[in-house]
Nanobody, 129 residues
Framework: QVQLVESGGGSVQAGGSLRLSCAAS????????MGWFRQAPGKEREGVAT????????YYADSVKGRFTISQDNAKNTVYLQMNSLKPEDTAMYYC??????????????????????WGQGTQVTVSS
């Protein structure tokens, strides 16, 4: 059974940093897509960053480019999201997601939530001004 467990959320002031971790278990695919999505109250879930574990190709939403970095540690089956220069508008529940097939697009990953089949329970990030 695939499990994705997020950690690292919390409350910070604007300009601060947080690092989210997503540990995957029961997941045997060597090349797949993993990503971070977020959902604020009353808004749709949006793709923040994705990474193709087979080659490392990444995607970032325009709103986080230059501030967030997604990375992987294959030995630990863990994906990270380093978030710097946080803004109040980054406040949301952050979800880790994975998919070995539907989300994979010729060596890169989809940023559409509907393409990801496995999800974590989410971790809250709150940024105060």
């Amino acid at each position: 059974q695939v499990q994705l467990v997020e950690s690292g959320g919390g409350s910070v002031q604007a300009g601060g940093s947080l690092r989210l971790s997503c540990a995957a278990s029961g997941y045997t695919y060597s090349s797949n897509c993993m990503g971070w999505f977020r959902q604020a109250p009353g808004k749709e879930r949006e793709g923040v960053a994705t990474i193709y574990t087979g080659g490392g190709r990444t995607y970032y939403a325009d709103s986080v480019k230059g501030r967030f970095t997604i990375s992987q540690d294959n030995a630990k089956n863990t994906v990270y999201l380093q978030m710097n220069s946080l803004k109040p508008e980054d406040t949301a529940m952050y979800y880790c997601a994975a998919d070995p097939l539907t989300a994979v697009l010729a060596g890169r990953c989809s940023a559409a939530a509907g393409d990801f089949g496995y999800w974590g329970q989410g971790t809250q990030v709150t940024v105060s001004s």
